[in-house]
């Protein structure tokens, strides 16, 4: 593998170079692939499932922090990778707004919860970051599943979906620290996630932009890329097509012995 501290160098004077050649903030929808994206944790504090009576109904109640703020992880861009921190008031605008934010698992499926028409989804932001508790229905197989995965340990992390108004996000002076002032939850949503801190899945959920950038990445950040591919054992090389020698057979009917008694006769005139 690559030295790190050389790849987030060098993707560092990346983004310096762009943000020069820019004359702009370097931040927008074309370097990060946002506004929406996952954000997700490697060692979020341990979420727990019960089951609870609310208006005489039986529900699973689960709680947790979907984020923690003033704490770094490790995100990649376009130019490699750089450190991303959440602030602590990056929460206050958009919950003192009352989002609409639904509560589903993996950032997919149907939503089972939810902080306005039914108000079975309740967060709020304090010290250690974004604190989200929801009441699932246990009628539903797809709670069922959940809460079952989330008993055996198979799912421990939690995630948030969001963007990032204008403005809401800075670099250092250097470039290797992206922080998130400011964050916009309204049609967003939280909840359980399979796998955290994995930068590659939001690569994986944008292939194509990622194919597209794959010219223009930093010899670095191109070198790692390759060393990663070379050790996946699912990958293997490709075998060169064969030329493909296409014959002109002139006009429609014509077969291929009349076409070259045809071009013998042109080579006489």
Excluded: C
Aim: hydrophobic share 40%; glycine share 8%.
């Amino acid at each position: 593998m690559t030295d790190m501290t050389l790849l987030r160098a060098e993707a560092a004077k990346a983004r310096a170079a762009a943000a020069v050649e820019r004359s702009a903030l370097p931040f927008d929808e074309t370097w990060r692939g946002r506004p929406e994206q996952p954000q997700v944790f490697p060692h979020p504090p341990e979420f727990r499932a019960q089951m609870v009576q609310r208006e005489g109904l039986d529900f699973y109640q689960v709680e947790g922090y979907a984020s923690m703020t003033e704490r770094g992880y490790e995100m990649w861009d376009m130019f490699g990778p750089y450190q991303e921190i959440v602030s602590a008031s990056a929460f206050d605008k958009t919950l003192a707004a009352k989002p609409e934010v639904v509560f589903r698992f993996n950032h997919g499926g149907t939503p089972m919860a939810n902080t306005n028409d039914n108000s079975r989804l309740e967060l709020w932001a304090d010290a250690m970051g974004l604190g989200t508790r929801a009441w699932i229905n246990p009628k539903r197989a797809d709670v069922q599943e959940l809460i079952t995965a989330i008993e055996d340990r198979d799912v421990r992390e939690q995630s948030f979906m969001f963007q990032i108004p204008d403005g809401g996000g800075e670099w250092s002076e250097d470039y290797t620290t992206f922080r998130l002032n400011e964050v916009d939850m309204n049609r967003g949503d939280v909840g359980p996630v399979t796998y955290g801190a994995n930068p590659h899945t939001i690569i994986a959920a944008r292939a194509g932009e990622f194919l597209s950038a794959i010219p223009d990445l930093p010899v670095l950040a191109a070198r790692e890329a390759m060393s990663r591919l070379s050790a996946r054992g699912d990958l293997s090389p490709v075998s060169p097509k064969a030329p493909v020698v296409t014959v002109d057979d002139g006009p429609t009917g014509m077969s291929l012995r009349l076409r070259l008694a045809q071009l013998e006769v042109d080579k006489q005139l």
